[in-house]
């Protein structure tokens, strides 16, 4: 059995805050305590499938130069449309490319790799690794908190304050003008950041994809507190809840694409003329994804990267570091990647929204 001298690390999929804390642990850890090498891949996958290969060795003395424990992003850079398995072509075609990224690995002689990333990514990394046979173990990242089998993702934490703090601001100025304010938030699949930030937030209502919702009954709340007495509205709503009608909302943008975005709209103008109140909405788009980490993203971080490292001097492969009741923890690779945590419409978050009086959609609880 080849003995670990030489690991490689990378990010992949969206990039979100602790990114560079996680490279910072795992580069300590690395170094510190088992004095291996650590290879920085560039681009997530695409730094092994390049040729000159794109990385970099991280070293100590970087840290200190770069303090990345505070620093937003990703140093290492990331990608998040370049499965190796169908990989985009400049024709429009899709390629395997999934070889050249395996002889990367094999060419920059690593002994494992770390991979931070999100259920998407995990599940490509660990198809690379079954057919490459890498020595893989994965940190989970999301600001969407989508991750199976762990309490929390990488970046999430942040991204709920980014959002408690547009609630904080958009609050007073609602109140001022007596106006009902519509907060868009990030949340392809997944409602983590609503419902969180919603609760922390003080929302009058909650909207995500997990539960399905009516206009009648958004109006209805809204209605009430404003014939309460109280002068304004705040609604919260994550990018991919979907209209009455259940189409998803969604703008172009260049190459023929399209992602999620404009929710908030369509509900600012339906509820101007159900609730006969004036609305306005704001998108935060990445704005959630960059800047300082929290501190829950730092200590996550942190002790996701040291864990990380230890698992692959224990050479146990395969595994995903997670979070559960207070501490570190491990699970298979194969029981999380690609798989999507919903936030449970019947769970304590949301019987919380419920409790406090939040409309949070039309599932009895
Ligand atoms: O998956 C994380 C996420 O931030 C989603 O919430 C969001 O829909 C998506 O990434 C945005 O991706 P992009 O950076 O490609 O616009």
């Not at 109140?175 to 009902?180: E, P």
């Amino acid at each position: 059995m080849q003995p670990i001298r030489k690991i490689g690390i990378l990010t992949s999929g969206g990039d979100c805050a602790g990114l560079n804390a996680v490279i910072r642990a795992v580069v300590r850890r690395a170094i510190s305590s088992y004095g291996w090498q650590v290879m920085g891949i560039k681009d997530g996958t695409l730094g092994l499938m390049n040729r000159p290969l794109a990385y970099q060795e991280l070293d100590l003395a970087l840290d200190t130069d770069t303090d990345l424990l505070r620093l937003g992003g990703t140093i290492l850079g990331t990608i998040n449309k370049g499965d190796p398995f169908a990989y985009p072509m400049p024709d429009g075609s899709k390629k395997d490319r999934s070889d050249e990224v395996i002889a990367g690995y094999r060419e920059l002689g690593l002994d494992a790799l770390i991979a931070i990333g999100g259920d998407g990514s995990l599940r490509i990394l660990r198809k690379l690794a079954q057919k490459g046979n890498w020595n893989l173990v994965a940190v989970p990242k999301t600001i969407d908190n989508d991750v199976h089998l762990t309490e929390y993702a990488v970046g999430f934490s942040t991204g709920v304050e980014v959002a408690v703090e547009a609630l904080d601001r958009l609050m007073p100025t609602a109140a001022s003008h007596h106006r009902v304010m519509i907060l868009e938030v990030m949340g392809r699949d997944a409602g983590h950041i609503a419902l969180h930030a919603g609760v922390a937030g003080g929302a009058d209502v909650i909207l995500i994809p997990e539960i399905p919702y009516s206009l009648e009954g958004m109006t209805k709340k809204l209605s009430s507190l404003l014939a309460e007495g109280r002068k304004h509205g705040l609604v919260v709503v994550a990018e991919g809840v979907k209209t009455e009608d259940g189409e998803p909302v969604t703008v172009a943008h260049g190459g023929g694409q399209s992602r999620y975005g404009g929710i908030a709209h369509y509900l600012s103008d339906k509820l101007a003329d159900l609730v006969k109140a004036e609305t306005r909405y704001t998108v935060l788009g990445h704005v959630q994804r960059g800047g300082i980490p929290s501190m829950r993203d730092r200590v996550l971080a942190s002790a996701f990267g040291v864990h990380a490292v230890d698992l692959v001097h224990q050479r146990r492969f395969d595994r995903m570091v997670g979070w559960q009741d207070r501490g570190v923890i491990e699970v298979p690779l194969e029981a999380v990647a690609g798989v999507t945590r919903y936030c449970d419409p019947f769970g304590p978050m949301v019987r919380t929204a419920r409790g406090l009086g939040i409309y949070v959609g039309e599932v009895a609880g």
